[in-house]
T-cell receptor, first 112, second 114 residues
Framework: LAKTTQPISMDSYEGQEVNITCSHN???????ITWYQQFPSQGPRFIIQ???TKVTNEVASLFIPADRKSSTLSLPRVSLSDTAVYYC?????????????FGKGTHLIIQP | DAGVTQSPTHLIKTRGQQVTLRCSPK?????VSWYQQALGQGPQFIFQ???????QRGNFPDRFSGHQFPNYSSELNVNALLLGDSALYLC?????????????FGNGTRLTVT
């Protein structure tokens, strides 16, 4: 079971780049890394997913080092609306519940 | 393209009663997962349904049961409600045949047990 460890909370300011790191020391060969964002009273929203190196989409980048024991979600030029809880999940949806297991997440607070 | 829809949005029940929550997956999705989220906590995985069968189950008692219909919609049933069952219940859909298909969540049903 590839458990994850994230900071409980982080603060930043509008316009800054924010990096949230997730540790997953027991990640398996076939495991993917997936990040979700959740606002209060809403369901989590998929942000980005990766297996190795770097993945980028229109909202974020995901950096995964060669050993894959950690990953970093990078949010460029954050705004107040990026205040939310961010979850890192590791696992394979096919064949196990690992990739369906959420931890406590990182509460990101963006200030003006 | 309709996303994941859940009903009802809010529900109040009395301890000992039974409740049924409903979920319609995103168009084109065939797999439904259910989660319980207590206030201030991350979502806790209850179970996942694929091809009308329970495929994965989290650490929840048998009071929690589910069903998936041929049109891929799903129900979550909770019997003998406890005060501790008060939570936001989330449904997520995905594609069962694609490894690590991302989860698409509804906005949940807020259950209050008094």
């Amino acid at each position: 079971l590839a458990k994850t460890t994230q900071p409980i909370s982080m603060d930043s300011y509008e316009g800054q780049e924010v990096n949230i790191t997730c540790s997953h020391n027991n990640i398996a060969t076939n495991d993917y890394i997936t990040w979700y964002q959740q606002f209060p009273s809403q369901g989590p929203r998929f942000i980005i997913q990766g297996y190795k190196t770097k993945v980028t989409n229109e909202v974020a980048s995901l950096f995964i080092p060669a050993d894959r024991k950690s990953s970093t979600l990078s949010l460029p030029r954050v705004s107040l609306s990026d205040t939310a809880v961010y979850y890192c999940l590791v696992g394979r949806i096919e064949g196990g519940a690992d990739g369906l297991t959420f931890g406590k997440g990182t509460h990101l607070i963006i200030q003006p | 393209d309709a996303g994941v829809t859940q009903s009802p949005t809010h529900l109040i029940k009395t301890r000992g009663q039974q409740v049924t929550l409903r979920c319609s997956p995103k168009s084109g999705h065939d797999t439904v997962s259910w989660y319980q989220q207590a206030l201030g906590q991350g979502p806790q995985f209850i179970f996942q349904y694929y091809e009308e069968e329970e495929r994965q189950r989290g650490n929840f008692p048998d009071r929690f049961s589910g069903h998936q219909f041929p049109n891929y919609s799903s129900e979550l049933n909770v019997n003998a409600l406890l005060l501790g069952d008060s939570a936001l219940y989330l449904c997520a859909s995905s594609l069962g045949g694609i490894q690590n298909s991302p989860l698409h969540f509804g906005n949940g049903t807020r259950l209050t047990v008094t």
